[in-house]
């Protein structure tokens, strides 16, 4: 008996020594977001922070993640995103399953899809099946895009049965947000910023004044939640920004529209500040109707004219078609995850078409 206990305590230890950790900082790992390493760790919190790993091998892949700290989504080999929870473990680093692969050559990309700045997600790295090699990711010839947005570009409640339904991140998912699934349609590498309820110069239920940590101030940190580590801009050049806000702006009838459009145009401008060559999108917002759309509208239009004058030609801009009844709606009137699936297929058009295919 001692001598099978000695034998599979052998044979144990010997398969977890075959296995091999993938540190965060592996040049192999493409990274996607924005991340701040403490001690070999990666601290993120926005929605679309994502980790591939390319890999020869067969057998379990896991993820070594911070439990309950926000819900992710896995892809396979390019398929589809499923989406798992780090919650109701106990607290600490927890491996999780990612695939279980036959033998070949494999991609898995890891992503957070739910907002995370309370919960203080880490990323400890990958463990490779025994005998795996770590491979580098493709990146070539691959659009870089960064998306800035709010609730709508998060994923907000999409995957909720009504509008009658409030939040909660197990009914929210960005890989079935508009952003998600362009980043997606694109094969794009992708920088999301983006928090519900955030504004150019007010955010959701704050004053007419403004507010003290809009988009435009917060976007300058690494982090929502951490004030005190600017980002490192020459760390991604994105090819294309889509910036989608002015919804909590306008979203209620206490907002400056002066306020607003000097607002917008500064932000414009601060960010062709930090990508002098990267093409800028302007989104309207699917949620707005009547007077606060047209204000929109106005105010995108006038942005681009101003940007003209000063010989600034890298300015687009699309608009949805604002939201109805026919299919669906997310949590809280949020577009459902069938809304945000046409709007993606558009944008998807767009960029293609308009954006990525000029020189200009």
């Not at 398969?15 to 192999?28: E, G, L, R």
Request: net charge positive; glycine share 6%.
């Amino acid at each position: 008996m001692k001598l099978t206990l000695l034998i599979l305590s052998l044979f144990f230890a010997a398969t977890v020594a075959a296995q091999t950790v993938i540190a965060p900082n592996n040049p192999n790992i493409l990274v996607e977001g924005r991340t701040i390493n403490k001690n070999n760790v990666l601290h993120f919190c926005y929605p679309g922070t994502a980790f591939t790993i390319k890999f020869d091998g067969s057998g379990t892949l896991t993820a070594k993640l911070k439990a309950n700290a926000g819900y992710y989504a896995v892809s396979v080999d390019g398929g589809g995103f499923k989406k798992f929870s780090t919650h109701g473990y106990d607290d600490g680093i927890r491996e999780f399953e990612l695939a279980n692969t036959s033998a070949g050559t494999h991609t898995v990309k890891l992503m957070l899809v739910t907002e995370a700045y309370n919960v203080r997600p880490e990323f400890h790295g990958f463990v490779l099946p025994s005998g795996a090699k770590v491979l580098k990711v493709d990146t070539k010839k691959r659009p870089k895009i960064e998306f800035i947005g709010n609730s709508i570009t998060c994923g907000y409640g999409n995957e909720a049965q009504s509008e009658h339904d409030s939040f909660a991140d197990s009914t929210s998912n960005f890989a079935k947000s508009f952003a998600g699934i362009t980043i997606k349609n694109l094969n794009a590498i992708s920088m999301v910023v983006a928090r519900s309820g955030i504004g150019i110069y007010k955010n959701y239920g704050d004053t007419i004044i403004g507010s003290r940590w809009p988009m435009p101030r917060v976007y300058e940190n690494a982090l929502i939640n951490d004030t005190t580590t600017k980002w490192d801009f020459s760390s991604y050049k994105p090819d294309v920004v889509v910036i989608g806000l002015g919804t909590n702006d306008l979203s209620e009838n206490n907002y400056n529209y002066e306020k607003f459009a000097v607002s917008y145009i500064a932000f414009v401008k601060q960010i062709r500040q930090h990508y002098p060559t990267a093409k800028i999108v302007l989104l309207n917002s699917p949620m707005l109707h009547y007077q606060q759309a047209q204000h929109l509208t106005d105010v995108i239009i006038n942005t681009i004219t101003a940007m003209r004058v000063i010989n600034d030609s890298r300015i687009f801009t699309f608009s949805f078609q604002e939201q109805d009844d026919s299919l669906g709606y997310g949590a809280d009137w949020h577009p459902s995850a069938k809304r945000a699936a046409e709007m993606a297929r558009y944008l998807t058009y767009y960029l293609k078409t308009e954006v990525l295919s000029k020189r200009k």
